[in-house]
């Protein structure tokens, strides 16, 4: 079955710049979505077909995805961004998620 | 803004089977694909499968062989029924609105902790 692989944790310092990878064979064929998830709350998208962000999310966030790897970038890395993240697609007729990376700004 | 919530029982025997329903809010069921999606305690997301409005379903094929997803129109909810839990079937689960058959999730309902246990 398709895999889609991040790192376990990542941290950055406030006001600088976060990239949380996810990697799966062939990914960039893909389109790839990416989900906040806080502590005791539903997860929300932050970026759908690799680049897109939804209403209401901070200019900030932002994707890519070639290759094998896609990337969710956060510029400006705020407090309120701590959490953890998801990344998604699809393969065949599946949906996968990654493992998830919790990010953590100290 | 459309909003999805989730019920049913919290505590499920082992063996048994788990029911939950989302109702969906602020919006019609039509035209969407409707999924549920757990996750267990410090754990990550699994997709547990979809339904779309006209009743076309797609499950995780890890699950496939006890999930049912149905959907009432006519009461704009949508409903999972998990056969023969097990402790390991202990999660939050949620409800979440996807568009398109290549979809991605959003919103998503607050989510409801099962546990399955005697």
């Known amino acids: 079955s398709y895999e889609l692989t991040q790192p376990p944790s990542v941290s950055v310092s406030p006001g600088q710049t976060a990239s949380i990878t996810c990697s799966g064979d062939?990914?960039?064929?893909?389109?790839v979505c990416w989900y906040q998830q806080k502590p005791g709350q539903s997860p929300v998208l932050v970026i759908y077909q690799d680049t897109k962000r939804p209403s209401g999310i901070p200019e900030r966030f932002s994707g890519s995805n070639s290759g094998n790897t896609a990337t969710l970038t956060i510029s400006g890395t705020q407090a309120m961004d701590e959490a953890d993240y998801y990344c998604q697609a699809w393969d065949s007729s599946a949906v996968v998620f990654g493992g998830g990376t919790k990010l953590t700004v100290l | 803004q459309v909003q999805l919530q989730e019920s049913g029982p919290g505590l499920v025997k082992p063996s048994e089977t788990l029911s939950l329903t989302c109702t969906v809010s602020n919006g019609s069921i039509s035209s969407y694909y409707w999924s549920w999606i757990r996750q267990p305690p410090g754990k990550g997301l699994e997709w547990i499968g979809y339904i779309y409005y006209s009743g076309t379903t797609n499950y995780n094929p890890s699950l496939k062989s006890r999930v049912t997803i149905s959907v009432d129109t006519s009461k704009n909810q949508f409903s999972l029924k998990l056969r023969s839990v097990t402790a390991a079937d202990t999660a939050v689960y949620y409800c979440?609105?996807?568009?398109?058959?290549?979809?991605?999730?959003?919103?998503w309902g607050q989510g409801t902790l099962v546990t399955v246990s005697s």
């Open positions: 062939k990914l960039g064929d893909k389109y």
């Open positions: 979440a609105r996807g568009a398109g058959p290549r979809h991605w999730f959003d919103p």
